[in-house]
């Protein structure tokens, strides 16, 4: 008994810090876009998470001794479920492909699963505490932390091999893990919504965007004069986080054109559903308000009559039916990381 409740508080605690960091790297992995960080981050989450199983074999010793004691196991045994499903889908996103089932994707149950899992990893963790030792901070301890990465590292490497031999789907997917589709061909592409908004129904004839500038009065631009304005075509990849990702060609007018370039505070780029994004003010030549994909005007799904297309930025950034942009005295920063709506 007293053999074996050292190496089980380790494993627990092992456990607790691959639950976090799996956690961490997963939002992470929401966050950035760009081949090399991009890749970094999902191959250190996909090597976190699968540490997890690495560890499986000694935490079954310790899940059977504790279903033979005498108490409530109803959490811990949904915990295991909700963190087995979120594996489970987590693995099949990245292997088998872009799967999708009544309109809720591997992804989606991969990610739902994971929030779904902090409350229950957190009870669990307050019903069964582990505390941590100064010993813990042993060269035994790292020689096994050095053994658990390796074996995840290698459980990822031959995933992924077996992915590209077998020519899974999961061999084309993007550093991001997100699978094309509709590339060139705007119908194709999903409409998605973040959260919670829905797409709107806007008078094309009128509509007028609002354009504000620190100490000018707000400039009112209808339809007709913004298009006149879009004189840039650009080609750029929308990646959303639902795991998806197209190419498509925008005719835009870029944001400094508007705005000018100010270097101050933060630009915000607000939807007429109140959906808002701020980014910083050195961005505004790299914005650009849209009218049309692949010389169409936007359908009203994919953010018509104007949406912002932020290249190299994850989808959630590319706020649709643009109301108003604006210069703002806040930092950019001074913002929720993911929308809340
Ligand atoms: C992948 C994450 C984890 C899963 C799926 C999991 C699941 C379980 C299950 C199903 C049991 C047995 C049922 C019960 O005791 O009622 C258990 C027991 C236990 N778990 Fe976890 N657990 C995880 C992580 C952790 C963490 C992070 C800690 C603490 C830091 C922890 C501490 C314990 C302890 C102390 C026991 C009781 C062992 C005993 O009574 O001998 N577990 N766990
Ligand atoms: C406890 C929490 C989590 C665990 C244990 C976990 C584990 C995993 C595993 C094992 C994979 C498969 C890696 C591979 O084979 O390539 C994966 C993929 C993925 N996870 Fe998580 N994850 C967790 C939370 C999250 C969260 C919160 C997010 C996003 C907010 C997320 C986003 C992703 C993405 C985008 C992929 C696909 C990466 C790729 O295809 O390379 N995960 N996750
Ligand atoms: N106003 C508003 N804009 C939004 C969203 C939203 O929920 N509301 N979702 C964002 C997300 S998450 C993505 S991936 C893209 C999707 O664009 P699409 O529907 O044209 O494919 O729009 C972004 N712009
Ligand atoms: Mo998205």
């Not at 370039?261 to 959906?275: E, F, Q």
């Not at 650009?288 to 994850?314: D, K, M």
């Amino acid at each position: 008994m007293v053999v074996l409740s050292r190496p089980s508080r380790r494993t627990n605690l092992a456990l607790l810090l691959l639950l976090a960091g799996a956690f961490v790297t997963g939002w992470l992995a929401f966050g950035v876009e760009g081949a090399p960080a991009s890749r970094a981050v999902s191959v250190l989450h996909g090597v976190v998470g699968l540490g997890i199983l690495v560890l499986a074999p000694w935490k079954t010793v310790i899940v059977r001794r504790g279903l033979r004691r005498r108490r409530r196991h109803a959490l811990a045994v949904a915990f295991a479920v909700v963190v087995a499903v979120c594996l489970l889908a987590g693995v099949a996103h990245a292997t088998l492909g872009p799967l999708e089932v009544a309109g809720v994707s591997a992804l989606d149950v991969h990610v739902a699963s994971a929030v779904a899992a902090v409350p229950l990893a957190l009870l669990h963790v307050v019903r069964r505490p582990q505390r941590a030792r100064a010993s813990d901070l042993s060269r035994r301890t790292a020689l096994r932390a050095i053994a658990v990465g390796g074996a995840a590292a290698l459980g990822y490497g031959t995933l992924e091999s077996v992915t590209s031999v077998a020519r899974l789907p999961g061999a084309h997917r993007r550093a991001t893990g997100s699978y094309e589709v509709g590339s060139g061909a705007p119908s194709a592409m999903p409409v998605t919504q973040w959260f919670t908004d829905r797409v709107p129904r806007i008078d094309v004839g009128a509509y007028e965007l609002l354009v504000s500038r620190p100490d000018e009065p707000t400039l009112r631009i209808a339809y007709g004069e913004l298009l006149a304005m879009t004189g840039t075509t650009r080609s750029a990849v929308l990646d959303c986080t639902g795991g998806w990702w197209a190419e498509q060609t925008w005719r835009a007018v870029r944001l400094d054109t508007l705005l000018g370039t100010s270097g101050y505070g933060s630009i915000a780029v607000r939807s007429v559903t109140g959906y808002t994004r701020l980014f910083p003010a050195e961005d505004a030549s790299a914005l650009l308000l849209a009218t049309h994909v692949g010389g169409a005007p936007l359908s009203a799904g994919h953010g018509g009559p104007v949406r912002l297309v932020a290249p190299g930025r994850r989808g959630f950034w590319w706020v649709k039916w643009v109301e108003r942009v604006s210069v703002e005295p806040r930092p950019w920063w001074l913002q929720s990381p993911f929308p809340l709506q």
